[in-house]
Nanobody
Framework: QVQLVESGGGSVQAGGSLRLSCAASGGYTYYCMSWVRQAPGKEREGVAAISRNGIPTYADSVKGRFTISKDNAKNTLYLQMNSLKPEDTAMYYC?????????????????RGQGTQVTVSE
């Protein structure tokens, strides 16, 4: 089974940028790869997803600010986050699954990494 390892999280001020990475190893990823996030006391939500043929889908809250991409040769998924806001503070998880939901996350037998923390201060 594929393993996903996220990196790149950290603490930034509002308006700053971060780039998250997700390295996949030990197996094949599914059709869909995505980034989801969960803030304390809130439900997990889809942030951005990308299909195997490279078509992205974004949550309305991050459109125009975040960009999802992948490097197939490196088996790595990225999330470039610009113009960060305090409400973007959350644990960010990389996932892969057989189906891509229009809510910008993967469905089905989803595999998820351990997460990387993003904290945005005023």
């Amino acid at each position: 089974q594929v393993q996903l390892v996220e990196s790149g999280g950290g603490s930034v001020q509002a308006g700053g940028s971060l780039r998250l990475s997700c390295a996949a190893s030990g197996g094949y990823t599914y059709y869909c790869m995505s980034w989801v996030r969960q803030a304390p006391g809130k439900e997990r939500e889809g942030v951005a997803a990308i299909s195997r043929n490279g078509i992205p889908t974004y949550a309305d809250s991050v459109k125009g600010r975040f960009t999802i991409s992948k490097d197939n040769a490196k088996n790595t998924l990225y999330l470039q986050m610009n113009s960060l806001k305090p409400e973007d503070t959350a644990m960010y998880y990389c996932t892969t699954g057989p189906f891509l939901n229009r809510g910008a996350y993967c469905n089905g037998n989803v595999i998820r990494g351990q997460g990387t923390q993003v904290t945005v201060s005023e």
